[in-house]
């Protein structure tokens, strides 16, 4: 079992950037695909991003391609989120998440352990 602990949201008006960080807790951090996802009131849970163990490979949502920019740091046993030329449409809060085992997709239900998500607001 992994805990999750987002931090890095507030307050920023659009065009603007901000960085979020994901510090996980355990050992299997490093062997584990990780994502991001947010939610909106009233909307359902959508994928923004998805990392594998290694960091060789990344996913993206098509309304965030070429702003946001997922990472990790297995020494650290953190993951990131860089979010750039931030619109009003990325308000949200954003919750990062572990896949489980077994697991070759980037779906919600693909997902195991999740964080308390942190607010983002972007303001126009």
């Known amino acids: 079992q992994v805990q999750l602990v987002e931090s890095g949201g507030g307050l920023v008006q659009a065009g603007g950037s901000l960085r979020l960080s994901c510090a996980a807790s355990?050992?299997?951090?490093?062997?584990?695909?990780m994502g991001w996802f947010r939610q909106a009131p009233g909307k359902e849970r959508e994928f923004v991003a998805a990392?594998?163990?290694?960091?060789?490979?990344?996913y993206y949502a098509d309304s965030v391609k070429g702003r946001f920019t997922i990472s990790r740091d297995n020494a650290k046993n953190t993951l990131y989120l860089q979010m750039n030329s931030l619109k009003p449409e990325d308000t949200a809060v954003y919750y990062c998440?572990?896949?489980?085992?077994?697991?070759?997709?980037?779906?919600?239900?693909?997902?195991?352990?999740w964080g308390q998500g942190t607010q983002v607001t972007v303001s126009s």
């Open positions: 355990g050992r299997a951090f490093s062997i584990q695909a």
């Open positions: 998440a572990s896949r489980l085992a077994s697991r070759s997709s980037y779906r919600p239900s693909d997902f195991g352990s």
């Open positions: 990392i594998t163990s290694s960091g060789i490979s990344t």
